[in-house]
């Protein structure tokens, strides 16, 4: 299947479920905790998604976007701890943060992958280059 948004990445996907769970986890922390952890865990979880989007506009070099996929392990990462926090603090249970560090987990793996295999993408008005046969030169 061709890729022809950002929309079609399956990292962008899980992190935008991951996402939503982490927006509606965090309603349920206590209040002494929604300027402090909760904002933290929002801005993270936010910065997953859209630092994906905004790189895969940038996609036509290489080496940016995957500065911004670097950007976007970071985040995840940041979750993961966010999510351990999370848990032994006892602000939800393990079984919810587990599954949540778990999908953090998958999505930085998926990232790394794709920070390794993406390459430069051709601007779609360019035509390869001719091909000299050896008898021309």
Avoid at 84 to 112: F, H, Q, W
Wanted: glycine share 4%; net charge positive.
């Amino acid at each position: 299947m061709a890729i022809t948004s950002y929309r079609d990445l399956e990292v962008y996907q899980r992190s935008m479920k991951a996402m939503v769970a982490v927006h509606k986890l965090v309603l349920t922390f206590p209040d002494y905790e929604r300027f402090a952890h909760t904002d933290q865990m929002r801005r993270a979880s936010k910065s997953v998604p859209t630092n994906i989007a905004e790189g895969y506009g940038r996609r036509r070099s290489a080496k940016e976007f995957k500065h911004y996929l670097t950007m976007v392990l970071g985040s995840a990462n940041e979750m993961i701890v966010h999510l351990e926090v999370t848990r032994e603090l006892g602000y939800a249970g393990p079984d919810i943060c587990n599954s949540l560090i778990e999908d953090y987990t998958v999505i930085c793996k998926m990232l790394y992958r794709l920070i390794e295999n993406w390459h430069t993408i051709p601007p779609a008005s360019s035509k390869p280059p001719v091909r000299q046969h050896d008898s021309d030169i």
